[in-house]
């Protein structure tokens, strides 16, 4: 249709992260800290797009032309660690479906049942009982995160619960791509094995820009893989509002 | 990998001019006449720059194009209106068919009214296929409500094809309903060679077996094409997958895919097309393609690709009006990498908990206890599944010593159960079978427990149970309880196991 127009420049790669880190567009949105867990001083809530989401009103004008705020994209918090291949029915039991991630109220209830499909051996629970939102805004996982189902309420049911970023070694392919298009979480991907180095309730910073993660609790460093062309389409809150930021396709309200 | 094999440019330029095309040749890294050097950095000049730009593009259908394709990459490049695609180009490409359900469609129409506007129109009324199946038979409100959501979006849009269902206590009052979508777009004549289809479910895979483009994405993407009837798609390198040896009478397709799956793991056809062929994928009926299919993103596959051929046409013929034109992999595609099996020597096999790749021979774990079987889903409730099953409790003469459910998956399924006599039997349908042996009297058409589902649901495992099932997957909690184990099997090795109360291999009985 005539809405899509293919002859942007900037092309973007929903399927892989590439090895193609573009620090200058990761700007703005990111950082501002919202009440969600006052307990945890250093999770901070790191998703203003978050709220953009359920607004009638399109904001086409978040554009790369307005002052980056902190143009450091950096996550902080506290992390919950899997393991290999956490398919989606752990990320979101199917008995949760019924709930339609588009409907605002929904979207929050999504949120207080993520990770709710882990097996009982995981000690912790990832959202508290009655809550809607995870203390732990990063977590750790091993092979193949995300596997199962298309469902796109698993990245969601992630987001909504407040996770920033999930850290896997690798993802299945939808997952991956759900991520990115929603824009709900960043999907990065570890150069090692950090399941096993991190322990839940470890206390991280992600440092998007130079790829880097650091345990403060272990006090030790890790490489990540650049997310690449990935980054500014999360960044900008998924691939609709990045495509209207894009000028691919027209602002909502045009 | 695909970018190791740059073609010789030399003589495709030579050929280009030859054509008439030097003017646009002379810096061989701008497009039209290089599109197979296969750099990262021209194929996204591709994408970006040259799409718009119609007229070139036939120059390289004329036949110049030397470089070979996979199937998936000739059905990618074809529906991107591009002469060439190689593995790791995005490409968009127009979408032929869209399916979603109960589950997935409610979000995505609201994704797609979102951002196209309260008024927008869907892109092609009669391209989108939705298909109520997940959680139909459940007092869930919220469940309920789903499909009412999917109905005046329907008529709201005019969609020619919505298999609906009103009244939830007697699925033989629906005419329009089906059942399970994979199965019921190939029984609808909505599969087709050549074509690009999408789903918002993984399994839509399934339809790879009719030599298609078949994949699922997720909410946004599909609120995209609903949009604009075009996606944004990575073209995957091909693994291949040569199968040859005449089928033992005790093997399924579903012993197959588990076979492969064992084989690369869950993970290992991550982002690749899986493509299969060989004699014994020729001998397999088109169901029996479509279990093959079914299960290719249990390996992470993107897709599942059987090339067409006199199976896939005559199942067609009363099924689609519509013209369709295959594609198959060229002589000179390349392939990531190629398994090759004999078939006559495999063993009945089944998938241990908790992973669809935890491989192991049926009678290795004759051993173990269960507590119940289930046939059905998109994987395991098709006719032939309950034949097979049927086939099983025959040759038995037995009855069943743990609780059978039995699902089919679409309505035409279950009249196949009450009505098709079974080979050998002197007349007697599947479901005289089924009663004779015990089972419990075949359910309504759904997903039904594969993935568990609301509470209510017919045979969700609600308590820590073993069940053997020819479902897809057996991660923790997939049929309803955390601590459940599932065994996947063959529609044989069910039966098997259902008659014994222990996994089973099927040749003790046939």
Known sequence: ????????????????????????????????????????????????????????????????????????????GLCYVVGDNIDTDQIIPAEYLTLVPSNPDEYEKLGSYALIGLPSSYGERFVELGDTKTKYTIVIGGDNFGCGSSREHAPVALGAAGVAAVVAESYARIFFRNSVATGEIYPLESEGRLCDECTTGDVLTIELGVSKLINHTTGREYKLKPIGDAGPVIEAGGIFAYARKAGMIPSRDA | MASSAVAPTSSFLVDKKILGFSASCAQPSSFPCSPQLSTKRASKKVVSVMTPQQSERKSSATGAVKTGMTMTEKILARASEKSQLVPGENAWVNVDILM??????????????????????????????????????????????????????????????????????????????????????????????????????????????????????????????????????????????????????????????????????????????????????????????????????????????????????????????????????????????????????????????????????????????????????????KTEDFMAAAKVFLASGKKVKVPTFLVPATQKVWMDVYSLPVPGSGGKTCSQIFEEAGCDTPASPSCGACLGGPRDTYARMNEAQVCVSTTNRNFPGRMGHKEGQIYLASPYTAAASALTGFVTDPREFI
């Not at chain 2, 789903?199 to 604009?228: P, R």
Request: aromatic fraction near 8%; charge should be neutral; include cysteine.
């Open chain 1, 1 to 76: 249709m005539a809405a899509i127009s293919t002859a942007t420049p900037p092309t973007f790669n929903l399927s892989s992260p590439s090895r193609n880190p573009n620090p200058a567009s990761l700007s703005s949105l990111k950082l501002a800290s919202s009440n969600a867990n006052p307990s945890f001083p250093h999770s901070k809530s790191l998703k203003l797009h978050r709220n953009s989401r359920f607004a009638t009103a399109a904001a086409p004008s978040q554009s790369a032309s307005s002052p980056a705020a902190n143009p450091t994209n950096t996550f902080h």
């Open chain 2, 100 to 381: 979603t359900h109960d589950v997935c469609g409610p979000g995505s129409i609201g994704i797609f009214k979102k951002e196209f506007g309260q008024n927008a129109k869907v892109w092609d009324r009669e391209k989108l296929v939705i298909i109520p199946d997940h959680y139909i038979f459940t007092t869930d409100e919220r469940a309920n409500r789903n499909v009412d959501i999917l109905r005046d979006f329907c008529n709201e849009q005019n969609i020619k094809y919505f298999y609906d269902i009103k009244d939830l206590g007697n699925f033989k009052a629906n005419p329009d309903y089906k059942g399970v979508c994979h199965v019921a777009l190939a029984q609808e004549g909505h599969c087709r060679p050549g074509e690009v289809l999408l789903g918002t479910d993984s399994h839509t895979c399934t339809a790879g077996a009719f030599g298609q483009f078949a994949t699922g994405i997720g909410n946004t993407d599909a609120g995209f094409v609903l949009g604009t009837g075009k996606l944004l798609l990575k073209v995957p390198p091909t693994l291949r997958f040569v199968m040859d040896g005449e089928m033992p009478d005790y093997l399924l397709a579903k012993d197959l895919i588990l076979q492969i799956i064992g084989e690369i793991s869950v993970a290992g056809a991550t982002y690749k097309a899986m493509e299969f062929v060989g004699s014994t994928v020729e001998s397999l009926t088109m169901e029996e393609r479509m279990t093959l299919c079914n299960m290719v993103v249990e390996a992470g596959g993107k897709n599942g690709v059987v090339p067409a051929d006199s199976t896939t046409y005559k199942y067609l013929e009363d099924k689609t009006s519509l013209p369709f034109e295959p594609v198959f992999s060229d002589g000179g595609a390349r392939f990531l990498k190629e398994y090759r099996f004999d078939i006559s020597k495999l063993e009945p096999l089944v998938a241990k908990p908790h992973s669809p790749d935890n491989r192991a021979l049926a009678r290795e774990c004759k051993d173990v206890k269960i507590d119940r079987v289930y046939i059905g889903s998109c994987t395991g409730g």
